[in-house]
């Protein structure tokens, strides 16, 4: 019997231990933390490469999707599509590409809203970049603010496709979307002929 009541003892002990503290709250799974400090993100083979965040996940994906990078509600996915036809190089073109591009994305999204656009001019590629929101499921339901960056170079048009819901993008994209795609380079992909 006393063994038996030293046994009701403790665990009474450890039920009373948990009460009377407040209950830990769920953590916002969706937060988007700023970067601590970047990393370089190499894919020599597709010939591309840019810096990510070290505390944002990225994830390899198959051809042509070569990653995502991740944390929370924000994401940025890269794309490397081959083309045969030429790419545009001159302001005229690139401008040319800007509209088609964004018909294209209007087409796509009918709620989507043109924040900003604006060609870009780099060694290595030539690019066109849009800013706006949209949504990213069928019935609209889900705004995401993005900025996609089409970068045309060595054969190819590599797509830096960013997401972040509109309450949050300002300072994502300050933080981590602008320095990602300002840090996209592109070269011959490797075994590539000249």
């Excluded at 009377?20 to 799974?29: F, S």
């Excluded at 591009?101 to 999204?109: F, G, M, N, T, W």
């Excluded at 960056?149 to 496709?161: I, K, Q, R, S």
């Amino acid at each position: 019997m006393h063994r038996t009541l030293l046994t009701l003892l403790a665990g009474a002990a450890i039920l009373l231990a948990g009460c009377g503290n407040e209950r830990t709250p769920v953590p916002e799974l969706g937060l988007i933390p700023a970067p601590k400090e970047f990393r370089d993100a190499e894919f020599e083979a597709q010939g591309v490469q840019f810096r990510a965040p070290t505390n944002w996940r990225v994830v390899d994906g198959e051809d042509p999707h070569l990653a995502t990078v991740a944390i929370g509600d924000a994401q940025i996915g890269i794309w490397r599509y081959v083309r045969t036809e030429p790419l545009p190089e001159t302001r005229a073109q690139l401008a040319a590409a800007r509209q088609a591009l964004v018909a294209q994305i209007e087409s796509r999204d009918p709620t989507f809203k043109l924040t900003s656009t604006r060609l870009v001019v780099k060694p290595g590629f030539r690019g066109v970049e849009v800013v706006g929101v949209g949504s990213n499921l069928a019935n609209g339901s889900m705004q995401r603010a993005m900025r996609s960056l089409h970068a045309y170079g060595h054969g190819a048009e590599v797509v830096m496709d960013a997401f972040a819901p509109p309450r949050d993008f300002a300072r994502v994209d300050e933080q981590t979307f602008g320095p990602m795609a300002r840090s996209l380079r592109l070269t011959a992909p490797a075994g590539a002929t000249p």
